[in-house]
């Protein structure tokens, strides 16, 4: 039977998916990618879980939620990323209850929607001397994945998104000043003397200050997301080649600069502020304000250690 235009409408409009595809939409025009591509991703996945094309809103019971949660754990996925997909579905559903398109209820009071202690990501000093005294000059592409391992270690455990959109400009007076990518946070960090023997390295024409993104503006997302893939795996490769027992990553540097800056006795409040959190759960301590010269000091502390 073919549906009239009205009840297509209504069809559309009852979709929880019209609601993520819509969400999407307006995420990318403001320029929110990442946060775009979770939406993306947990309609995909609902979407292959059902077996379907669509949905519509009276369809999703508490039954079908407990289902999918487990159909994701055996797909092997662990209890944190079970969590993503149920945190997006939660969220979609919760705006459908404010445009009255379900009535109010609570479909995810038997599933796991926290965030679970991760695994140790952090290595020592020792580790971190391995690596840096590998021979890795005939691996290039190695050589370079263990540079912009460090460089964020150097930069308060930068993401590789953030180093990725790093512009000459953003060097000011001896210091490297930009916003995150992910919260909009602008980050002040004193320019230290192994971040220039690193840079030096890759000097460069480009708008760009490190040789990460080589393709015009509208299609850095897509390359970013590639240099990323690839530089785990070589790290993955040279964290063999020390010995190091963990999956070396580029998030690794991120949380062992955390870890290496609590060794010394930084106060929390001072690592957060370091590290650029916001409002964000794995922070337990967050000041909006914070004397960047304390922030100086414990990554000076920290990289005086790997001379």
Known sequence: MTLSCTNLKRKRRNSPFALIMGQ?????QKGKSRTSETYLSTY??????????DILMYEIDQNMIEDYELWLQKDGLAPNSTSFYMRILHTILNKAVRQSLIPSCDF??????????TTKRAIGIDSLKRIKT?????FPQLDFARDMF????YFRGMSFVDMANLQHKNLQNGHLVY????????LDIKWERQMSDILDKYSTDAKYLLPILKTPDGESRKYYKNMSKQVNRWLKKIGTMAGIQIPLTMYVARHTWAS???QKNIPLNVISDGLGH???KTTLIYLSTLDTSAVDDANSKILADLL
């Open 44 to 53: 995909r996945s609902f979407m292959r879980f059902l077996k379907r094309d």
């Open 134 to 138: 590998l021979d890795l000059r005939l």
């Open 260 to 262: 290496l800056a609590k």
């Open 179 to 186: 916003c995150r990518q992910k919260t909009g946070q602008r």
């Open 150 to 153: 460090f460089l964020s270690l």
């Open 108 to 117: 995810f009071q038997n599933v796991y929607t926290g965030i679970a202690t």
């Open 278 to 280: 916001d409002s964000e």
């Open 24 to 28: 999407i939409v307006r995420l990318e």
